[in-house]
Structure formats: structure tokens, C-alpha cells
């Protein structure tokens, strides 16, 4: 297994034209045809990093942030920002380009945590990232941030799901728009 690897090696952009059979009934492109375009690119700019199979763990900030039309192509645009021992976190954004009319929009960006398996299908190291630029330094930055601040929104969800005492509920509710009717 190779190491080390720049972020240059594994980068992968997928372009698609968006048909009909994509859209929703006001037209616009499905958010799930979305994810589902950005798994694919997220699974092969990982694994081109890893030498690996690899899987989705989790998907972190999905924004739509402008609608996608049909007749569009749209282009998703991947790289490792961060490797662990097994996994990867992988930044995708997403540009719908209008042919027509010659423009370019930024519909959305995520950030994709990816783990390497290996043949006994148990996580797998990946070779370690080369930062060959400020942006890159900058993101694998971003990303160890992200992490941190990922787990502790994971114990905090965790602890708001445990031990709820009906009184303390029933105050909570109070200016909520919401009637309690148990019966």
C-alpha cells in the first residue's frame, strides 16, 4: 500500500444531466437524486485515496441552496480534506450549469466521512494526505474542527434523548405549539 497520497491524486468531479424523471412535481430536480449523485462521487474519491472499498458513515451539512432545473448538467466536485487511520472525510460541492444560457450556480456543498475496508471487511488504513497548498492546509483544519464539534453535538443529542420526567416535559411544552392528551 502506497503511504502517502497528495489530495491532487484522488480528486474526482462526476457530471450528469439532470432528465426529467429527476424532478419533483414543481419541476425541480429531487434533493435525493442529489445524495445520491454526491454518495457516488464521495465513494470513488475516497476509495482512489484508499485503494480500498469504502463506505458512507455519516453525511454532514446538507444545504440546498439553490434549486436545480432540468436540461441542467451538473457537476460534483470531490476531495479528501481529512484522513484518519481508517476513515476520510470528503468535501463535495455541487454547480448546476445552465448550457444555455452559459451560467454556472453553486446548489450545494457537504461533507461526507468515508471508512476504508479492507478484504475481512473490517476498517482498513488509508495512506496519509500530502497538503500541498494553504486551502488544503485549511481545510484538513476545517475538518478536525467539524470533528470535535461533531461529537460533542453527539453527546449533547444523546443526553437531550435520556430522562425526560413527565413534569419537566409538560413545562417544556407550555409555549410550544403542541396539546398534551393523554389519556
Known sequence: MIEIKPVRSSQTTITELMIPSYANFGGK???GILLSL??????????KHAGAYCVTVSVDRVEFLQPVEVGELVSLHASVNYVGNSSMIVGIRVEAQNVKLGTITHTNSSYFTMVAKGDDDKPTKVPKLTLESEEQVRRFVEALRMKEIKTRIREALDDAKSGIEMPEAIELL?????????R
Open 29 to 31: 430536480i429531487h434533493g
Open 38 to 47: 454526491m454518495d457516488k462521487v464521495a465513494y470513488a474519491c475516497s476509495s
Open 174 to 182: 407550555k409555549n410550544e405549539r403542541c396539546i398534551i392528551d393523554i
